[in-house]
Nanobody
Framework: QVQLVDSGGGLVQTGGSLRLSCAAS????????MTWFRQAPGKAREFVAA????????NYADSVKGRFTISRDNAKNTVYLEMNSLKPEDTAVYYC?????????????????WGQGTQVTVSS
């Protein structure tokens, strides 16, 4: 059974940092792209960052470039999202997703597997 487990969210002040984790299990993800999406209250889910598990190539939304870093640990089958210089507008539920797509796949419908989400709240 394929499972993605998101963790690491919390409450942080503006300018602070958090590291989210997505632990993957149940299949081999070497041909998959792992992507972080987020959804703020009353807004649509949006693309944040993606990494190709095989090549390691990455892609970021303009709103997080230079502040967020996506990475993977093959030994632990885990993808991370390091978030620095957090802003109140980063407040959202963050979801990890996996799909056999490219790192520029922004449409959530093409992803096969999803984590349960983890809440990130940035106070001003």
């Amino acid at each position: 059974q394929v499972q993605l487990v998101d963790s690491g969210g919390g409450l942080v002040q503006t300018g602070g940092s958090l590291r989210l984790s997505c632990a993957a299990s149940g299949r081999t993800f070497s041909s998959y792209t792992m992507t972080w999406f987020r959804q703020a209250p009353g807004k649509a889910r949006e693309f944040v960052a993606a990494i190709s598990w095989g090549s390691g190539s990455t892609n970021y939304a303009d709103s997080v470039k230079g502040r967020f870093t996506i990475s993977r640990d093959n030994a632990k089958n885990t993808v991370y999202l390091e978030m620095n210089s957090l802003k109140p507008e980063d407040t959202a539920v963050y979801y990890c997703a996996a799909g056999r797509v490219g790192v520029t796949s922004y449409f959530e419908g093409v992803y096969s597997y999803w984590g349960q989400g983890t809440q990130v709240t940035v106070s001003s």
